[in-house]
């Protein structure tokens, strides 16, 4: 097994804390004895995590996943109101990637800025969505697969996606290969320990054994790695990046995750690891004869979802600048550390 830490590059990686895996099976986190950096080990292969996002990943009904797509509609219409006028202010026109994109929203909002958009993310389903939906060039592949031209665009967006890849190094090097010189990368990560710090509570209070078919506390998002303050930092620097802006976000969230504030039991969920309904992470995606009727029933769906969680307000131009006012205010300097993610604004050197 390679125990080669990502960030510090030294050999130790430890044992640290078992979990259940998207509710599929027990895998253990690992913990590098020099600078602390948690990620799931033994490394997933892609295939492996390509598996982790089968169609019933984006499926309300399903018991694994990210079941809110439908709110992230608006969510992500109100972030490209406002990304557009950064992307005014860079440059008229440009190219612009979503890594990650999952199932477009935030490309379908940037299609009037005169920029170029694309995405890629590593769910066939979701780039089926955004390319039936939403009309925008999608690719169904990680960034390493997807082999762009060096230099070939100005902006790359990456939302809660770094700590999904199995080694965060060779993703970042790979995300400033295709950026131009002074490009630029919006990142959002989780704060790691907030997304751990529930899981180790669960795990330090149990003492009785798991009853049969149980499995641990799920990463029921498929997160491999948890990243603190530092090792971002230095995981950008050493890959070819210049952190211009850096702050957490999601404080009362964090605050809770951490136990800081009640109400921490709700960031763990158990999943059955017999659960018939999940797909184990070692089983390479089939696809058959109906994947298309799979597909179109399913985005049928999500439509039906947005449209019935569709609101007039939050579509309203006035509660854009006010949810953007309330966002500011739950934010603080990353040195804090108390925020549920960390939002960073980084530039290629």
Not at 10 to 39: D, N, Y
Not at 56 to 83: H, I, M, N, T
Request: proline share 6%; aromatic share 10%; glycine share 8%.
């Amino acid at each position: 097994m390679d125990e080669t830490c990502d960030v510090c590059a030294t050999t130790g990686m430890r044992p640290f804390l078992e979990v259940s895996l998207v509710g599929t099976k027990p895998v253990w986190i690992h913990r590098c004895e020099a600078c602390g950096f948690r990620q799931v080990r033994p490394r997933l292969t892609t295939v492996e995590i390509k598996a982790l996002y089968p169609s019933d990943y984006f499926d309300s009904a399903s018991p694994v996943g990210y079941a809110d797509y439908a709110r992230e509609f608006q969510r992500r219409q109100r972030e490209a109101y406002f990304l557009m006028r950064w992307l005014g202010r860079l440059r008229p026109q440009g190219r612009l990637l979503e890594v990650g994109c999952a199932l477009g929203f935030l490309l379908a909002g940037l299609k009037r800025s005169g920029w170029q958009v694309e995405g890629v993310d590593a769910s066939p389903f979701a780039a089926y969505y955004a390319r039936t939906r939403y009309g925008v060039d999608v690719a169904s592949a990680t960034l390493e697969e997807a082999s762009f031209p060096d230099g070939g665009f100005d902006v790359v967006i990456q939302k809660d996606l770094l700590e999904h890849v199995a080694n965060p190094r060779r993703h970042l090097e790979e995300t400033c290969r295709v950026l131009r010189p002074g490009g630029w990368l919006r990142l959002v990560t989780p704060n790691g320990e907030a997304n751990l710090r529930p899981l180790m509570a669960v795990s330090t209070a149990s003492t009785a054994p798991r009853q049969s078919g149980a499995a641990p506390p799920a990463l029921d998002q498929g997160h491999l790695s948890f990243f603190s303050r530092r090792q971002l930092e230095r995981l950008f620097d050493e890959c070819g990046f210049r952190c211009r802006r850096m702050r957490t976000i999601g404080i009362r969230r964090g605050l809770t995750a951490l136990g800081r504030l009640p109400g921490q039991e709700k960031f763990v969920r158990l999943v059955a690891s017999s659960s018939p309904q999940v797909q184990r992470p070692d089983t390479p995606v089939a696809f058959d004869g109906d994947t298309d009727e799979r597909f179109r029933r399913l985005a049928e769906g999500i439509d039906r979802d947005i449209a019935g969680r569709r609101s007039g307000l939050r579509s309203w131009t006035p509660y854009y600048h006010y949810h953007r006012v309330m966002k500011r205010l739950d934010a603080l300097p990353a040195w804090c550390e108390i925020g549920y993610d960390f939002d960073c604004l980084l530039q290629k050197v």
